[in-house]
Structure formats: C-alpha cells, structure tokens
C-alpha cells in the first residue's frame, strides 16, 4: 500500500541521494535511494500556502525501491530490475491510496529487460530489449496511454540498432541512444527510417522540451541539439 503524506513544507529537501528528477507541468518527482518524493504546485503559486494546494508526498515502498521512473500527469511509471531479464514495471496513481499496479508484458514466452522509460503527451512509453533466442536482441519500443496496464501497443521494433535509451518528442520522433552514446532519430511518419543525430560519449540522460528540441546530459556536460549539431 502505497501511503503518501502530505505537507506543505517543501522547501527544505534533502537531495543528495538523488538518483533521478522527473517534471510533468506542475508536479516534481524525486527518486533517491531510499524514498521517491513528489511535490506538487497545484495553484502555480508556490507562496500561496493558505489554501494548501502545495504539498510533498513520499514514500518508501517497504524499502523495495525502483531504479528508475517516469512522471505523467496522475500516475508514476516505476521500473524495477532495470536493465535485467527480470525486469517489472508498476504503476502509481497519484490520487490514491491504492497498491501499486503490475503492468503487464506483451509476450510471456519472451524474455524482456526494460532498458528505458519516458513520458510525453499523454503517454508513457517503454524501451524493451527482447530475448527471444540467446543470441537475439531486438529493440521494442512500446507505448502506453496513461492509466493502462497492459503492453500492447508496439510503437516499432528494430533488430539494427540496440537501444539502451528512449525520448520522445510531442511530435512523436522516437530517439534511441546505444551504450556507446550513439543517438538515431526515429521519425513519426516512418519508423522504419532512423537518421543518425550524433554521438555524446557517456550518455546518461536525453530529455525533450516542448518546442521538440533535443537535450543531453554526457561526459561533455549539458548538451543541446538543433539542425547545425550539439552545441
């Protein structure tokens, strides 16, 4: 059981065991190693404290932590055994006192490792590497309307490219980065064509903002990607 609480003290947060920061319009999240946070400017003022709209919610999750999630609007996309083949993903509303929701896998006679995760526009979408036979990878990438629980919506996969990263733009671009930091732009009117965007050594994060303008964070620091190249 999930059991956040709330509070209106917000300014006095303890980041340094942060291993991930998520926003989605008016609400943070925070993953640290041993809690995830989520603080919540309803009213857009974050002075306006008479009427309480800001809050902090936390929990510890029975000290059973995720390793990774992705923030959307009511719901927390959790991933858990990240980047293994015992990899789960669950789910968190935001608005209840509910357990956590399974999500469910799209085939049970393949093994799958979640390598990434993200939101944009409604939708979270997940990036699996399948095992079908011991020497096959293949690179799912799956998207799920906010809410649902069930895989079943297979955006493209690709045997070419083995993906370990995943952002996606409002215009519904699909970036893919590999362990190497190589980054190919899947475009939305044809997933089957992948445009080589560049390499960032190190890669640890790519972002999107709302214009579709490409961010990433890498030994060569905070990186932002327009037509002419990263800058």
């Not at 902090?56 to 390793?67: A, I, R």
């Not at 939101?119 to 590497?129: A, C, I, K, P, R």
């Amino acid at each position: 059981m999930c059991n956040f609480n709330k509070t209106t003290n917000v300014y006095a947060l303890d980041l340094s065991n942060t291993i991930e920061i998520e926003k989605t319009n008016d609400k943070i999240a925070i993953l640290d190693t041993d809690k995830l946070l989520i603080v919540s400017n309803e009213n857009q003022n974050p002075y306006a404290r008479e009427n309480f709209d800001n809050y902090l919610k936390q929990d510890d999750f029975n000290s059973v932590m995720p390793e990774t999630i992705a923030l959307g609007e009511n719901t927390v996309l959790l991933s858990y055994n990240h980047k293994t083949w015992n990899s789960s993903l669950k789910l968190l509303k935001l608005n209840e006192h509910s357990p956590l929701t399974d999500i469910t896998f799209p085939d049970s006679n393949t093994d799958y490792a979640v390598e990434d995760i993200c939101y944009q526009s409604g939708n979270y979408y997940v990036l699996l590497t399948g095992k079908p036979l011991p020497d096959t990878n293949t690179s799912y990438v799956y998207k799920i309307e906010e809410g649902q629980t069930t895989l079943s919506s297979l955006v493209f996969s690709t045997t070419d490219f083995y993906a370990r990263s995943i952002a996606v733009d409002v215009f519904d671009n699909v970036y893919l980065s590999d362990s190497l930091g190589n980054i190919k732009k899947f475009g939305a009117t044809d997933y089957s064509i992948a445009t080589d965007v560049g390499t960032r050594a190190g890669l640890k994060k790519m972002l999107i903002d709302l214009g579709g303008i490409l961010y990433t964070l890498s030994n060569d620091g905070l990186s932002r990607y327009t037509q002419s190249g990263f800058t």
